[in-house]
């Protein structure tokens, strides 16, 4: 009888305890996994290729460090008193009483004013070096606004605009070429967010916000819109293209082009200038100048279409012209409803727009 009510007594305690080590396992497994996530288009905070991304990265390392120390020291101790005074069979119905101690209580208040202290100064120089940044000369200016649900980018000084696709110059430690972003919204609350280039920034109506990268690392980087705004929101994708000076410079004189057409498609351009398609976007050499879509200048020249949601395919954009809810339910873009013939020839004008 004794050794059944012990034996009921330990699994009382090791129940308990073995849900949480459980638990922190994984925990554990799965930020081992996002840690061992690896090439550029993998949107992890544990691959930062950035200096905000670092200084970020490096933060957060040591809250966790802190953190962890702080719940193995509570665990540790938790198990240890579940342990040690669990009720036995010859415990009365009332355990000892224990009253206040100054010194314990003294120390569980001025121990975490004192990690909170260390976390809020680190915090803030984090902050402080990230916000106040000086531009240096040479720097990449680019407005980016958010609309619902899409991405327009902005380059002032370069006199380019496009959509959803960001470029950016690689920034080499030993000439380097900051990129600065002037974040704006057109209608409602979003957040650019690219985690291995800088933390999330959000884009608010009427209020300029500023951020700023340095990729260290060519190649392609991913990220998204990370504020609900509308029903569209997890398909308001980011690609950022990180470029090599020589690239840049190239996509930079490519850009600057008017958009190119043939004979061959004029039926095509004539049906896009007598739709609603210009209401609504911009095609540089054509009297489509409307501002509530992306710019379409270099459409082709694009991987992708609905702001990264489907790939940027013939068939793709056809579907997108005919029936965007098929790809992005709930947008803003209006289904066209062309015939055959209409819907083929104006596919064949846009695929001419590189």
């Known amino acids: ?88 069979a010859s415990d009365g119905p009332e355990p000892p009483q224990v009253y206040g101690s100054n010194q314990i209580e003294i120390a569980w208040t001025v121990i975490p004013v004192l990690i909170v202290l260390v976390l809020f100064m680190a915090t803030a120089r984090v902050i402080h070096a990230i916000q106040d940044a000086r531009e240096p000369k040479g720097a990449i200016e680019v407005t980016a606004i958010g609309h619902q ?21 690689v920034s080499d430690p030993s000439h380097p070429t900051p990129t600065f972003l002037k974040l704006l919204s057109a209608d409602t609350d979003h957040s650019f967010w690219v985690p291995r280039l800088a933390g999330k920034t959000d884009l608010i109506p009427n209020r300029v916000n500023k951020m700023w990268i340095d990729p260290h690392e060519t190649g392609l980087y991913v990220g998204q819109c990370a504020q609900y705004c509308g029903m569209q929101h997890a398909k308001m994708l980011l690609r950022v293209y990180v470029d090599s000076p020589e690239q840049f410079e190239q996509w930079v004189q490519e850009e600057k082009k008017p958009a190119q057409s043939s004979d061959a498609v004029n039926e095509g351009r004539r049906i896009f200038e007598t739709t609603a398609c210009i209401n609504c976007h911009t095609v ?71």
């Not at 007594?9 to 396992?25: H, N, Q, S, T």
């Not at 327009?152 to 370069?158: D, I, V, W």
């Not at 992708?304 to 873009?333: C, F, H, R, V, Y």
């Open 284 to 354: 540089s050499g054509t009297v489509a100048d409307g501002r509530f879509g992306p710019d379409l200048t270099h459409l082709m020249s694009r991987d992708t279409i609905a702001s990264g949601a489907a790939p940027n395919t013939p068939e793709n954009l056809q579907t997108w012209i005919q029936e965007p809810d098929a790809i992005k339910p709930g947008s803003l873009m209006p289904a066209m409803k062309l015939n055959d013939h209409d819907l083929n020839a104006l596919t064949a004008y846009l695929e001419t727009l590189r």
């Open 149 to 169: 649900f899409w991405w327009e980018f902005r380059y002032p000084t370069l006199g380019i605009v496009t959509a959803n696709e960001l470029h950016v110059p």
């Open 1 to 88: 009888m004794k050794a059944a009510r012990h034996e009921k007594e330990w699994g009382r305690v090791v129940g308990p305890v073995a849900g949480i080590l459980i638990l922190l396992a994984a925990v554990l497994l799965a930020a081992s996994l996002c840690s061992a996530a690896t090439g550029p288009a993998v949107p992890s905070i544990f691959k930062p290729e950035s200096t905000p991304a670092d200084s970020i990265y490096g933060l957060s390392l040591l809250v966790l460090a802190v953190t962890g120390i702080i719940f193995v020291i509570v665990f540790s101790l938790l198990a240890y008193v579940v342990t040690k005074f669990r009720r036995r």
